[in-house]
């Protein structure tokens, strides 16, 4: 799995943080959304399909 954010997308909802934490993180300053694995390991897979899922603003972006 390959994971892409769209920071201009991003309305620093955090909703990625909840679900997924190693993965996305936020930018002190704004909030906006910050990608720590952009290839998450398999066993983060199903968090990283659900902060997908929950982002408002649907600037997370996945690719088998």
Known sequence: MKVTVD??????AGSCVLAAPDIFDQ???DGIVVL????????????VRDAAAVCPAA????SE
């Open 36 to 47: 720590l694995a952009p290839q998450p390991a398999a066993d983060q897979h199903v968090a």
């Open 59 to 62: 600037a997370i972006a996945l």
């Open 27 to 29: 930018r002190d300053e």
């Open 7 to 12: 920071q201009d997308k991003c309305c620093g």
